[in-house]
């Protein structure tokens, strides 16, 4: 399992469009990913979990990952975050 700790830098955080984003890229991996926040893990390929959990910008998030793949899905999990979502 790797982990690593990202800051959510877009306005308007993991709403339905960043979520969807994310949870299909992630998809894309045959690893688990899953992202802590407010002490509770979330399933990351999930766009319902990722919405319902409220991440506002700003907000710091852990991103675990287990699996064949898992340095590949990290690395592109916290680029996703990093970069914006999507948006700009």
């Known amino acids: 399992m ?7 830098v877009n ?23 899953k992202v802590g926040f407010r002490g509770g893990m979330l399933n990351g390929k999930s ?15 852990e991103i675990q990952c ?3 793949d898992e340095g590949a899905a990290l ?3 916290l680029e996703l975050v990093k970069s914006g979502l999507g948006e700009t």
Not at 2 to 8: F, I, L, M, N, S
């Open 2 to 8: 790797v982990t690593g700790k990202v800051k959510v």
């Open 47 to 61: 766009i319902m979990s990722l919405i319902a959990a409220c991440i506002k910008c700003g907000e710091e998030i």
């Open 11 to 33: 306005r308007s955080g993991f709403h339905v469009r960043p979520a969807g984003f994310f949870s299909t890229e992630m998809g894309l991996f045959s690893s688990e990913v």
């Open 75 to 77: 690395k592109k999990a």
């Open 66 to 68: 287990s699996g064949p």
